[in-house]
């Protein structure tokens, strides 16, 4: 679908165009983008072309358009809510790098084991290696 999209449109926006095209249709997202450019905005960039999406419920817009009728407002909205998604991933993501690129190993609080703990793993050790000794001498 991407490869559907105009050269016109800049890289980084091409996806948002693709998403709606999907959800919508991609003729309904031309629709949109003459629609956008025939009121004075940027038939490239997303943040114009959203908001004339929803204008393709109205019979006085789509009356005027090749393709019609559309529910151009989910298509916005479901575009809208896949962007917020990947902010949220994008910053929680900075955030993790930030988190380790600041606190080295010195940062750690060493947790020491219970007493009862030792003393049992090195029992459990010592019976082990006793065992082992055994065997190699036999």
């Not at 559907?4 to 948002?16: A, L």
């Amino acid at each position: 679908m991407v490869a559907r999209v105009p050269d016109s449109i800049p890289e980084h926006e091409k996806i948002w165009f693709a998403l709606a095209s999907y959800n919508v249709g991609f003729g309904h997202m031309m629709d949109a983008r003459r629609l956008t450019r025939a009121q004075g905005g940027n038939p490239d960039a997303w943040a114009d072309v959203k908001d004339r999406l929803p204008l393709l419920r109205q019979k006085k817009y789509y009356s005027q358009t090749r393709y019609g009728y559309a529910r151009g407002d989910e298509a916005r909205n479901y575009v809208e809510n896949i962007r917020r998604y990947y902010q949220t991933i994008i910053g929680h993501v900075e955030q993790q790098s930030r988190n380790q690129s600041e606190g080295g190993i010195e940062d750690l609080t060493v947790i020491a084991p219970p007493e009862s703990a030792l003393s049992e793993a090195e029992n459990q050790l010592s019976g082990a290696i006793s065992s082992s000794d055994s065997t190699l001498t036999e």
